[in-house]
């Protein structure tokens, strides 16, 4: 057991290490979602110009949203991974995994975290510096509760990202350019996750789907809880239970993908 933390506690500084490197990459990636906020601002602030709610929700309270969904990404989003993943498969680097007694699914997740702890320390930076404007857009009287179940909920949403980008990723053994498929999810998943719009202003019969897919906790989820649009403990506990089910569905489909791309891949000399 040590041996086994030894060896992915490595990994885990190798990844910091790799995020660091592409620190100021993040930062201006930040720089350029808080002007996506901004323009989120102009929109809504014009939406609700002739009304004080919309969907039940005020202003503030949309507006928390997106900028709690801002943040959230950064701590969950699975950035290049797919296409890292590609490129190790294309590039043969996955054949040192066939040797080593390491498992790839392991090894990928553990880097996946390290960036995203880099990632959750350089977007704290501007949000700082911007709290005078964003400051009252903030959560306000979150319940204890809400803050419970936040971090559980916020590491399922996270290997629920990751392992969707992961399966996406190992299409690279059977396809040579995995770039239309993953725009696909991507395309899917920006409407579906609620970075276009909260997810509960859509028709009772939609929202009630939507919260049977993946993409509904791959983002939407956490960011619901935290800004009251869960409506209380037992929905959490029933939105935790579907993530659960989606991780080791996602896990399950990747260890297959895993498996059978290994022996396509060895059949044809990879």
């Known amino acids: 057991m040590t041996a086994l933390f030894d ?10 290490q790799s995020g660091l490197v592409y620190r100021w990459n993040f930062l201006l990636r930040v720089l350029f979602s808080l002007l996506h906020l901004a323009a989120l601002y102009a929109l809504w602030s014009a939406t609700y110009a002739e009304r ?13 949203y997106f900028l709690c969904l801002v943040i959230a990404n950064y701590l969950i989003s699975a950035f290049n991974e797919d296409y890292q993943i590609g490129e190790e498969i294309r590039g043969g680097t996955i054949n040192q995994f066939l040797t080593k007694p390491i498992d790839y699914y392991t090894y990928r997740l553990t880097i996946f975290f390290a960036n995203r702890l880099v990632t959750g320390v350089v977007v704290a930076i501007p949000i700082l510096v911007c709290l005078p404007l964003v400051g009252e857009f903030l959560p306000r009287d979150v319940e204890p509760w809400r803050w419970v179940v936040l971090l559980p909920s916020i590491l399922l949403s996270a290997i629920i990202q990751f392992s969707v980008a992961y399966c996406f990723g190992l299409l690279a053994f059977w396809f040579l350019e995995i770039q239309g498929f993953v725009i696909l999810s991507l395309a899917v998943e920006t409407l579906l996750s609620g970075q276009v719009f909260p997810l509960d202003l859509m028709p009772e019969f939609l929202f009630r789907l939507s919260q049977w897919l993946p993409f509904y906790y791959q983002a939407y989820f956490p960011v619901a809880i935290v800004t009251g649009r869960v409506p209380d403990p037992a929905a959490a506990q ?8 989606w991780v080791l569905l996602l896990m399950g489909l990747g260890r297959v993908l895993w498996h059978r791309g290994l022996r396509r891949h060895t059949a044809v000399g990879g």
């Not at 060896?7 to 910091?16: I, N, P, Q, T």
């Not at 029933?238 to 089910?245: D, R």
């Open 238 to 245: 029933h939105g935790m239970m579907i993530q659960l089910l």
């Open 7 to 16: 060896k992915y506690r490595h990994v885990f500084a190798m990844g910091l």
């Open 52 to 64: 004080d709610t919309i969907g039940g929700y005020s202003f503030q309270q949309t507006m928390s």
